[in-house]
């Protein structure tokens, strides 16, 4: 994650155009040395809120007449990073 690089991430509250801090990180990677458990604050920037590709689930048991089809859809939202601290 590098500034000005656009992502996807499960559905977070707010709208399009709306500030937000991410704080929880886990791994911390500068100039190829990894660190674990140091706290870094991440400003972004929420683009567009989105749904996923749809993903079709089939389940068939064979020579039993057994057949399921279903969908889904994940939510999504489109960040982009302004900022890491």
Known sequence: MRKD???FVHR???NA???IELSDLLMVSEDGN???GQTKKVQAEIIEQLRGDKVIIFKK???KGYQ???GHRQYLTK???NEIA
């Open 5 to 7: 690089d656009e992502l």
């Open 12 to 14: 977070l509250e707010g």
């Open 17 to 19: 155009g709306d500030k």
């Open 34 to 36: 990894i660190t674990f």
């Open 61 to 63: 048991k064979r020579r």
């Open 68 to 70: 399921k089809k279903n």
């Open 79 to 81: 960040i982009k990073i």
